[in-house]
């Protein structure tokens, strides 16, 4: 079975079991609601990166001090914290939303967030789009945020795994000097450990020919 029919066939048993558990609200907004956008999240971000739906509930509830009731798109109930995920059309935060319904939006986003809770939200054109980049933030998510790396890269020496790690954190290109400092370690000892990264395609030279002056993330490493 292909990854793809093997999505839709989960996905469908997935939601079908919250939709016979759900009552009231709940229950309206997944037959309602629960769309084209918050599906290819999951599709095009989710799960080619978790590859399955566990811990994941689709508009879950959260009810604010106030009484007041919000529904997210998707709640991943994990330990340390949980994490709110959404799915961001233009239209309907821009174009179609009002002064209230704006003003419901940042309530609702600030209620998740005083309850201590992760958020990540992706907009519905960065999923059509570039979905490497919305996985690389779902890989992120889980590597970070409740410690799950991929065995290849945990299979890395230490000092090796580290400078990957740099690299991924990096906004800009790695330096040797930025390594060292990392790690604690002397410069000669650090550029043996990038020589065998660029070997491995971790990494690859960011800048300079004949001497290279910084490093970015190869395509092993892109897919972090």
Known sequence: MVVNDRFETEYSAWLAKHVGESRGERLRRLRTRHGFGEKLLLQQAWWPVVENLDFLYPE?????PDGKYYYLDFAYIRSPKP?????????????????????????????????????????????KEDPL??????????????????PDLLALPLYQREIVRLAVRSVTPITNAMACECLGKKRTF??????????????EPASGKQRIRSYKLGSRGRDL
Do not use: P
């Not at 879950?60 to 604010?64: G, N, S």
């Open 190 to 203: 650090v550029s043996e450990q990038i020589d065998e990264l660029v070997k491995e395609g971790w990494l």
């Open 60 to 64: 879950y509830e959260i009810v604010a």
């Open 83 to 127: 994490t709110c995920l959404e799915a961001d059309s233009f239209g309907s935060h821009a174009r179609d939303a009002d002064r209230d319904t704006f003003s419901r939006g940042l309530d609702r986003q600030n209620e998740v967030e005083l309850a201590n809770w992760n958020i990540l939200r992706f907009s519905i054109d960065k999923l």
């Open 133 to 150: 980049s919305a996985q690389q933030h779902i890989r992120r998510m889980m590597e970070q945020w409740y410690g799950e790396e991929r």
